[in-house]
């Protein structure tokens, strides 16, 4: 048997039994990973429904009270409107009561909804341990959707929208009304205020208590950023074998 001949099947042999004990190994560990005790199961379904009870009045607060505050500035900016013969003032109340209706409308159809999602996984049936499985992974898919929300309404996006939106209303008060340019800086400015304010209210005790949960339970998932996995990659030739580790 010539070295050439040698060298392939050693390669070979040395390649399956490496290939079996690297399959064996990551079996082991996702078993591992994947059988969570039903006690700690038990626990984190009741963590998460405690924080998303606990942080639902903030959010109702919050929710209803921007758009009872829209609400009313609409109608009564309307009631000027209909019941005043100054043409200046007409202007004003009509657009005032079109821009708080709109942010309005935007608070109703993207509201903060948390005691929506505590009752829907409180209904959750979890009365086995394959049914606490199950439930856990809604509950934290229900914690990461909420937590997004309320980082997503905190982002640079609504900080540009809020701002286009009062820019077009200070560019109207000023060239559409033929209005002075100070007319329509103070138009932008106050609108610009409002919706600041809003944002800077919104609560969000729920992104940074899952923040803390993702902390804790040492999660793969979030809002922030990733654990890299890992990808394996093994060969064998006439001169070997080899193994290559991608991150």
């Not at 909804?113 to 341990?129: H, Q, V, Y």
């Amino acid at each position: 048997m010539n070295t050439r001949t040698k060298n392939m099947k050693f390669g070979l042999l040395a390649y399956f039994i490496l290939s079996g004990l690297f399959i064996l190994n990551t079996q082991k560990n996702l078993c591992a990973q994947e059988e969570i005790p039903d006690s700690i199961v038990t626990l984190r379904i009741q963590n998460i429904q405690n924080i998303l009870e606990k942080n639902k009045r903030n959010a109702d607060i919050w929710n209803y009270g921007w758009i009872s505050a829209y609400s009313a500035g609409t109608a009564v900016q309307g009631l000027i409107y209909f019941t005043n013969e100054n043409e200046r003032t007409k202007q004003d109340m009509a657009l005032g009561a079109a821009t708080t209706l709109l942010a309005g409308l935007f608070q109703v159809i993207d509201p903060l909804e948390i005691g929506c999602k505590a009752k829907n996984l409180k209904k959750i049936s979890g009365d086995t341990p394959g049914e606490r499985q199950q439930k856990l992974i809604f509950a934290e898919e229900t914690f990461m959707n909420v937590a997004k929300r309320e980082k997503s309404g905190k982002s640079w996006k609504i900080h540009a929208l809020n701002g286009a939106v009062n820019l077009g209303s200070g560019l109207i008060t000023w060239l559409g009304f033929k209005r002075s340019v100070w007319d329509g800086i103070v138009n932008f400015a106050m609108n610009s205020a409002i919706s600041e304010l809003q944002i800077l209210t919104q609560p969000t005790r729920t992104l940074k208590a899952y923040n803390l949960y993702k902390q804790k339970y040492d999660l793969e998932i979030g809002l922030y950023s990733r654990k890299p996995k890992p990808a394996y990659y093994m060969g064998a030739g006439l001169s070997g074998i080899s193994m290559k580790i991608v991150f």
